[in-house]
């Protein structure tokens, strides 16, 4: 697959700042709010935003039950901040009726580092990212409190407060990060999961 075709999930969050990155790292990138968009695509990007507006619109745009098919069925995905509470099988500090894809078996806290005033900026080593340290923009991030025997954990909080934080995770075709890569410049993080789309 020379260029495959990656979805961003545009029923809010850094849409524009998504595909940018994808155009820049050797994908196509589409926009999906409609169940036929979704069937195009190669791979899927689930943005930050906030995770139980976006999982109400989830339903309202019929894209709930066919997303989960469809990650259940191989689809690679990956989940910036609310895109991985989105794609976790378990979510704590949330609203009783806010939905889930299951599409990595993790449990994640909202809002875990803190308020939007709480946000802040490390370096990270990321497992499979090589050079330097990824630069890494929190904003009212989760972080990962449990992993599941098949998940793989990609990078970890240095130090500081929260210091040994799951922060990235893998499981198989889908991967997810808690901070905001598409914000920085550096498409390492893109890379990788236009990489992952290639090879399945």
């Given amino acids: 697959m020379t260029e495959p075709t990656i979805g961003v999930l545009a029923l809010q969050g850094d849409v524009r700042e998504h595909l940018a ?3 820049t790292s050797g994908a196509h990138g589409i926009t999906v709010r409609r169940p036929e968009e979704l069937d195009a695509v190669d791979g899927l990007i689930v943005p930050g935003g906030e995770s139980t507006t976006m999982s109400t619109l ?3 745009f019929d894209l709930l039950e066919p997303l989960r098919a469809r990650l259940k069925d191989g689809l690679p995905a990956y989940g910036s901040c609310a895109g991985m509470i989105l794609l976790a099988s378990e979510i704590l500090d949330t609203r009783p009726d806010a939905q889930h ?3 990595l078996d993790i449990t994640v806290r909202r809002n875990a580092f803190g308020r939007q005033v709480d946000s802040f900026e490390t ?8 050079g330097d340290p990824v630069r890494a923009v929190f904003i009212r991030a989760p972080w990962v409190e449990r992993v599941g025997s098949g998940v793989e954990v990609l990078a970890t909080v240095p130090d500081g407060p929260a ?15 808690s901070f905001h890569p598409e914000v920085t410049g550096d498409r390492r993080v893109h890379r990788l999961f236009v990489d992952l789309v290639r090879a399945a």
């Fill in 123 to 130: 370096d990270l080593d990321v497992v499979g990212i090589d």
């Fill in 101 to 103: 894809l299951d599409g």
């Fill in 21 to 23: 990155a994808l155009e």
């Fill in 163 to 177: 210091e040994g934080r799951v922060v990235a995770v893998r499981q198989g075709s889908v991967m997810a990060t």
């Fill in 58 to 60: 989830l339903s309202v």
